[in-house]
């Protein structure tokens, strides 16, 4: 069983930054590819940018050169580095990650933390 914990989220003014940590437990996470979401109200879960187990990340446009996306292996940990923060980055932010077993596939997520840009 994978569990998953974010923590980091907060209210902050537009052009802040925060960091958000995701933590981990279960063995397969220096294997796995760890996934950054986040739901804005009334609007469909999206996804951030995903980091694979080498560590190269992808990121959605929208957060394209402002968020970063690194692992802590030894901590068994994925932050995601939010700068330049905007308005419209308010979300719930989810951490996420998937294990293959045969066919099937397991997906889990974390409880989410809530980031709110506002002045």
């Known amino acids: 069983q994978v569990q998953l914990v974010e923590s980091g989220g907060g209210l902050v003014q537009p052009g802040g930054s925060l960091r958000l940590s995701c933590a981990a437990s279960g063995s397969i996470f220096s294997s796995n590819a760890m996934n950054w979401y986040r739901q804005a109200p009334g609007k469909q879960r999206e996804l951030v940018g995903t980091?694979?187990?080498?560590?190269?990340?992808v990121y959605a446009d929208s957060v394209k050169g402002r968020f970063t996306i690194s692992r802590e292996n030894a901590k068994n940990t994925v932050y995601l580095q939010m700068n330049s923060l905007k308005p419209e980055d308010t979300a719930v932010y989810y951490c996420?990650?998937?294990?293959?077993?045969?066919?099937?596939?397991?997906?889990?997520w974390g409880q989410g933390t809530q980031v709110t840009v506002s002045s």
């Open positions: 980091i694979t187990s080498g560590g190269s990340t």
């Open positions: 996420h990650t998937q294990q293959l077993k045969g066919r099937a596939t397991y997906h889990y």
